[in-house]
């Protein structure tokens, strides 16, 4: 389907990542060339005091509170969903069906099945899908692809992610969407793992089996009054936390190489610690999110007296997308990596240009090991992902 001029969005959730998302539409032609602009259309959310205040202040031209007249207007191009997941599949289908482009929050859907019908129709329906898996975009994990893309790194061998949090370590904190499996499928393995997963996937390829383990260290939670972002405000009511505090698993890849994955929000001191380390055989990668423009690089070529890893500053115009910003050692921050990615997006939406971006395949694919992971962790015993 080819892209009309200029990309017109409509965005259904206006909280954590809608701000995110936001943010992103309205600084993106500020910083970045694009031969298609970008139009905030109209943002939508069932509290019509809230979204209209969200439009307000995000710069959205409109608001509706009901998504279903979102996805059938006809001056928009892209649906832009961010809601909790388990309203993902409903809107993205029904949008894909009105002939829209759909950009989804991950994980695209709650369950494998889901997420592949979600690729079916959008297939079907010849539009552009695409999920947000914006680590992928930072100019650190650009170097660091680079890098075994070339062959730097050498042969991998070891694999070790980990994204660790530490919010619920506090047995008060309330029983937000993101606690109950009904709202979000799963806990730290749905909302952080499936980030480890994706970047695993992009960095060094497909996983061929995992087997994994999991808990819920805290089974009850108050029940929120309000929530924002990551904060939240408990009431004296109690409820049932019926999600995963920590998951974590180990995995072999189709190339030969072993990894170590563990995602929690019990990791005490950690804020938003999404860390990989790559060890192959001619080099090793390490990144850390709470220090995002850096990327720590070993290469076994250096002379014997020079040996050991040492911290690139990827703020430079030579590393992907730095040079859209600022002077070098002028560093970017978490919100810069959505800009990348829906640049990504619009970019590979030109006639004849090649797809750059994670869509619906990528967020089956990562739905699968994830699912591959609980089931592993029912039967007690390894599970080839590709048998889902
Ligand atoms: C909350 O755990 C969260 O905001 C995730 O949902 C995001 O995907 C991650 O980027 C940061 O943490």
């Known amino acids: 389907m080819g892209l009309k001029k200029p990309l017109r969005i409509g965005m259904v959730g206006y909280k954590f990542m809608g701000t995110a998302h936001s943010h992103a539409y309205k600084d993106i032609g500020m910083f970045f060339d694009l031969e298609h602009s970008v139009q905030m259309k109209a943002i939508c959310g069932r509290d019509e005091k809230s979204v ?46 009105a002939g829209k482009h759909v950009f989804c929050e991950k994980p695209l859907a709650l369950t494998l099945e889901d997420a592949r019908e979600m690729l079916e129709v959008a297939e079907e329906n010849g539009v552009v899908h695409a999920v947000c898996f914006n680590y992928r975009y930072l100019p650190a994990v650009q170097l660091a692809k680079q890098l075994i893309d070339e062959g730097r790194i050498g042969d991998i061998h070891h694999y070790r992610a980990s994204y660790l949090q530490d919010w619920l370590v506090d047995p008060k904190f309330p029983l937000a969407w993101r606690l109950q499996k009904e709202y979000a499928g799963s806990g730290a393995h749905g909302d952080l793992n499936a980030h480890c997963v994706d970047l695993a996937r992009y960095l060094i390829g497909d996983f061929e089996k995992v087997v994994g383990q999991q808990k819920t260290f805290v089974n009850q939670r108050p029940i929120p009054t309000s929530m924002t972002g990551l904060t939240a405000v408990a009431s004296d009511d109690y409820g049932d936390v019926t999600v995963d505090d920590t998951t974590s698993f180990l995995a072999q890849f189709k190339n030969g190489a072993l990894g170590i994955f563990e995602a929690s929000r019990f990791a005490t001191g950690w804020k938003n610690g999404n860390t990989f380390e790559i060890y192959g055989s001619k080099g090793a990668i390490r990144f850390n999110l709470e220090r995002l423009n850096e990327l720590e690089v070993f290469l076994r070529e250096d002379e014997p007296h020079l040996q050991g890893f040492r911290t690139i500053l990827a703020t430079e115009s030579a590393h992907k997308y730095a040079g859209n910003w600022w002077p070098p050692g002028h560093t970017i921050g978490y919100e810069h990596a959505f800009i990348h990615l829906i640049y990504e997006i619009i970019q590979s939406m030109r006639e004849g240009s090649t797809r750059t971006y994670p869509d619906f395949y990528d967020g089956v694919k990562c739905q699968q090991v994830l699912e591959a992971v609980e089931q592993s962790i029912l039967t007690q015993a390894w599970v080839n992902v590709d048998s889902l």
């Open 52 to 97: 209209k205040e969200a439009a307000e202040k995000f710069g959205w031209s409109e608001y509706e509170t009901d998504w279903r007249s979102l996805i059938i207007r006809d001056d928009i191009d892209l649906i832009d969903v961010n809601t909790p997941s388990n309203a993902h599949k409903e809107i993205i289908i029904a949008a894909a069906k």
